[in-house]
């Protein structure tokens, strides 16, 4: 497969090809999984109705320059991806559930004064829709592999998924065939007018930060006093909270959509020569303009720094008010989001997940490992309680 690598740009400008495919196509990035081609493209530049027949005359041109015979198939980079109503339902159901569970104080944004309980939910839902959005974008790449959305419920701030959103791969033929990543991956979630990928200084320890950029202003749907926190507990009251939440939500939008705007590595927002940030604001200080970043740009963080706190009232701000005491950042424009940084990123996702059953344990401990049961993990326990109790 390497020869079609290497003969890519002969392939796809083939004279057998024709003129619109070859234009269309001209960006595209071949890879392999197994014994199939798949030929990543931006989902604008596939015409649906004519895959096949471009995918055949594909086939052609790689027989033609390599005198290999190869199944080709398209993986798409999804420019917007509308959410399932399945999607918006849990949600809000895990909104509801964390917030039974939490106190104010564990809020993200712990610093401020209390938020409201429909604030909490706004935020909550908001993060969770990127997820779902990213898996889509994810699975529409991959084909049949995408990640597990974490719903599991953090009882406080001590207890998260350490800044990885994407802990688990599984195939969607078979959930039982998984892989772990051990790449922190965090994905953030923004308002569609948001200029900037913004990582509160206190939760910047993932190695790859993902923008998911929503479509729709969700902010403006719940009224104050939507939620009773002294009832927030109750199952019944619970239930009856999703269902009118869902109801507000379909009321107010029949097309939820969001678009992955592009990731940055920890690298691109934390220069690794100084340890310092590039871009750091402060809540007093608020947020720039995009447009005002060459003005002030210079080569070290520092100087950098320096220099916004001394001009910051001179530059044109952003309508967005900051909510952390200091957020790091970079412009969403300059994030990584060709099909070459999109092929880079699931290369390392790739390279950077062990099936999960190659874990240390799992070598060591192999039978308990592949019981990880309730009524596996309390056999387990009996059983060492009894070997010490004989020890007695």
């Known amino acids: 497969m390497n020869i079609i ?5 002969e392939i796809i400008t083939h004279e057998s090809l ?6 269309s196509h001209a960006t595209c990035i071949p890879y392999t999984m197994g014994e199939k081609l798949f030929i990543l493209i931006h989902e604008s530049d596939c015409d649906s109705d004519y895959e096949a027949f471009n995918l055949k005359q594909i086939k052609n041109a790689i027989y033609k320059v390599t005198g290999y015979e190869v199944e080709c198939e398209y993986s798409k980079v999804k420019e917007k991806i509308n959410l399932e109503k399945s999607a918006i339902k849990e949600s809000l159901r895990f909104a509801l559930d964390t917030l039974s569970y939490i106190t104010q104080n564990d809020f993200q944004s712990q610093d401020l004064n209390k938020r409201s309980n429909e604030d909490y939910i706004i935020d909550t839902v908001r993060g969770k829709l990127a997820e779902y959005i990213f898996n889509d974008f994810y699975l529409s790449v991959e084909k049949k592999f995408t990640f597990e959305i974490d719903n599991k419920i ?4 001590i207890e998260t998924d350490n800044g990885n959103d994407l802990q688990i791969i599984y195939n969607i033929h078979d959930k039982t065939y998984k892989y772990f990543n051990n790449l922190k991956i965090d994905i953030k979630a923004s308002k569609k007018k948001a200029q900037w990928l913004l990582v509160e200084e206190k939760k910047s320890f993932s190695d790859i930060y993902i923008l998911v950029r929503l479509e729709f202003e969700e902010e403006k749907f719940l ?3 939507t939620i009773n926190s002294e009832k927030i507990h109750d199952s019944e009251y619970k239930q009856k909270k999703l269902n009118e939440l869902i109801d507000i939500f379909s009321k107010n939008s029949k097309n939820y959509n969001g678009t992955v705007v592009g990731y940055a ?6 220069d690794p020569i100084t340890n310092k940030p590039w871009f750091e604001f402060k809540r007093a200080h608020g947020l720039i303009r995009k447009e005002e970043v060459p003005k002030i740009f210079v080569q070290n963080p520092q100087s950098l720094l320096n220099l916004f706190n001394e001009n910051h009232v001179n530059l ?5 008010k900051l909510k952390a005491k200091t957020n790091y950042g970079v412009p969403a424009d300059y994030l990584r989001n060709s ?3 999109w092929a880079f990123f699931f290369s390392m996702i790739r390279q950077n997940s062990i099936n999960a059953g190659n874990t240390i344990l799992n070598r060591r401990f192999p039978q308990l ?5 309730k009524e596996g993990i309390m056999q387990r326990v009996a059983e060492i309680e009894n070997y010490f109790d004989k020890q007695r």
């Open 223 to 225: 009224p104050p006093n």
């Open 265 to 270: 590595f920890s690298s691109d927002i934390i």
């Open 339 to 341: 099909l070459e940084d």
């Open 18 to 23: 024709k003129p619109g495919l070859r234009s």
């Open 5 to 9: 690598w290497e003969k890519w740009k």
């Open 154 to 157: 953090y009882k406080s701030t």
């Open 316 to 320: 044109q701000k952003s309508l967005k």
């Open 369 to 373: 490992m592949n019981n990880r049961t």
